[in-house]
């Protein structure tokens, strides 16, 4: 199993600390053996106490500004809402991202769920699932470095070319989220992944997708894995769980189970959001994660 830990989230105002504690946090990631780093996407949310939402840093650009500051982190968004977004802009963004990097860009797509920010940015909340399988057809044509000849949802290419291609060979890593099994069967027809994120039910109303907790995944893997043999494919899909449940690491032996549960589940990745009122506690939460992650023997590295 790998890790990518999710960089703080912005508190809304200007302070130069807070834009330190996300390379704080980063190099922490980076230093303690971790995988990845992950940032979210909500260019224009509407925020509301109690409901799901909140404020984002563009993710293009604050994973270049990390990238510029490590050298062998991953850098994932966690997720890319397509339906926001014209996907040769996109491919352009996350491309660039890889350029930069040398490689090191990773990217969950999804198709979104906060409908006020879908108006105020005039996107299609309705069709906005098709909107995810057209857009990174969309994508990985473009990568291709080849001349394009696409039709989609407002945008035609007719012999484009987009140099120079991302440096990950064949192209970056892509994950389909969501919990549903529409996203599920999306996920083994057009993706290298499926990146599901644990919701209550309660919070599921808010966000439009299926519930999900560790009762319900092991299920769910089944049904990727079985919509992939019907796809024909024969590749390894990952699986990438996001835990935004910063409280879930206070019991460490408990923490220490359920990582070898996901992992015997068929988890790849484990994306946590992880305690901290500020970048020295997230930092500090980062080494005790790793620590866990070294006696639960799950790491690529691990023994045993």
Not at 45 to 51: A, D, L, N, S, T
Not at 52 to 62: E, N, R, T
């Amino acid at each position: 199993m790998r890790f990518s830990i999710s960089l703080p989230y912005p508190s809304g105002g200007n302070d130069p600390a807070e834009v330190d504690g996300y390379l704080e946090v980063a190099r922490a990631v980076e230093s303690a053996g971790l995988d990845a780093v992950w940032v979210t996407d909500h260019p224009f949310p509407y925020v509301e106490k109690g409901k799901a939402g909140h404020q984002a840093i563009d993710p293009f650009v604050l994973l270049g500004f990390v990238a510029a500051a490590t050298e062998r982190v991953g850098l994932h968004v966690n997720l890319i809402v397509l339906p926001y977004r014209n996907p040769f802009l996109t491919a352009r963004l996350l491309g660039t991202v890889d350029v930069v990097s040398r490689g090191r860009a990773i990217a969950a797509v999804g198709a979104g769920y906060m409908r006020r920010e879908f108006d105020a940015l005039g996107a299609d909340f309705e069709r906005r699932a098709a909107l995810v399988e057209e857009g990174v057809a969309a994508m990985r044509a473009a990568w291709t470095g080849e001349p394009v000849r696409f039709e989609g949802e407002g945008y035609r290419a007719d012999g484009n070319v987009m140099l120079p291609r991302p440096v990950t060979s064949p192209q970056p890593p892509l994950w389909r989220g969501g919990n549903s099994r529409q996203a599920i069967e999306s996920a083994a027809r057009s993706f290298d992944g499926w990146a599901p994120f644990e919701v209550t039910a309660a919070r599921s109303r808010d966000t439009t997708t299926s519930p999900m907790d560790l009762d319900v995944l092991p299920g769910k893997i089944a049904l990727l894995r079985e919509a992939a043999e019907r796809e024909g494919r024969s590749e390894p899909l990952d699986v990438c769980l996001c835990r935004p449940f910063p409280r879930w690491l206070t019991d460490r032996s408990q923490a220490i189970e359920e990582l070898q549960a996901l992992a015997a589940m068929g988890v790849t990745w484990l994306a946590p959001q992880l305690a901290g009122r500020d970048a020295a506690e997230q930092v500090e939460s980062v080494a005790a994660f790793a620590e866990v992650v070294r006696h639960a023997g799950v790491a690529p590295n691990a023994s045993g």
